[in-house]
């Protein structure tokens, strides 16, 4: 999907459970999860249903549990995860991946992943694609 496409979505209200956003333009991947961040829940909601973790400071079973859970008093819970290709891509081809095959649909979780690309030829890459 395209950037305009995205944020046309997310302004009807559209969510999708994974947001894997990837690339060598870091302005837009920022736009958009600063964009779910801001919109998706109002400010109370953002107490307990919002989570912004970073990649350096965090291993992908905190991010799964954080996905894991269910909101509070929400419809949604929305799980950033920026900096995450500082995180091992094993890790996240490895763990990630039964989560993407299976995710819930009270979670939004947006991983990004700045300055490159997922290998193509691993699963975690096959699966969001």
């Known amino acids: 999907m395209t ?16 947001y894997f956003l990837q690339g060598e333009e870091p302005f837009f991947i920022d736009q958009i999860a600063d964009y779910i961040s801001n919109n998706v829940l109002d400010e109370n909601e953002k107490e307990f249903n919002q989570t912004i973790l970073y990649g350096k400071e965090t291993t992908v079973h905190a991010i ?21 290709q500082q995180i091992r891509e094993k890790d996240l081809d490895d763990y990630l991946l ?14 990004c992943y700045k300055y490159k690309y997922l290998d193509g030829r691993k699963s975690l890459s096959k699966t969001i694609d």
């Not at 950037?3 to 994974?18: A, D, G, R, S």
């Not at 799964?64 to 995450?84: G, T």
């Open 3 to 18: 950037f305009e496409q995205i944020i046309e979505n997310l302004k009807n209200k559209v969510y999708h459970p994974i």
């Open 64 to 84: 799964l549990e954080c996905a894991k859970r269910f909101p509070m008093m929400s419809n949604y819970q929305v799980v950033v995860v920026r900096e995450a």
């Open 98 to 111: 039964k989560y993407v095959e299976n995710p819930l649909k009270s979670t939004i979780l947006v991983v």
